[in-house]
């Protein structure tokens, strides 16, 4: 992420990235999806039941209360 707000009163934090995801995915199908290959902010999942989730998002929201994250402009998560 190259950019975040401290929403004080939500206790959030809104992170964005200008940089992620500048392709224009949404003319793309389900095969270029997959096989593009994305920049930018990456999330990863260290819970040990979540094994090697990831994916890419453009901006997303952290809630320092509950730990959440609720990401934002996801275009797609590779899983098996």
């Not at 964005?16 to 995801?21: F, W």
């Not at 003319?27 to 040990?48: A, K, R």
Request: charged share 25%; hydrophobic share 40%.
């Amino acid at each position: 992420m190259d950019r975040f707000d401290w929403l004080i009163d939500n206790e959030e934090i809104s992170l964005s990235n200008e940089q992620s995801m500048k392709t224009r995915s949404d003319s793309l199908s389900l095969s270029q999806l997959i096989d593009l290959g994305y920049t930018g902010s990456e999330f990863i999942s260290v819970h040990p039941l979540q094994d090697s989730l990831k994916f890419f998002a453009a901006r997303a929201r952290y809630n320092l209360r509950t730990n959440v994250i609720n990401a934002e402009d996801v275009k797609i998560i590779k899983v098996g």
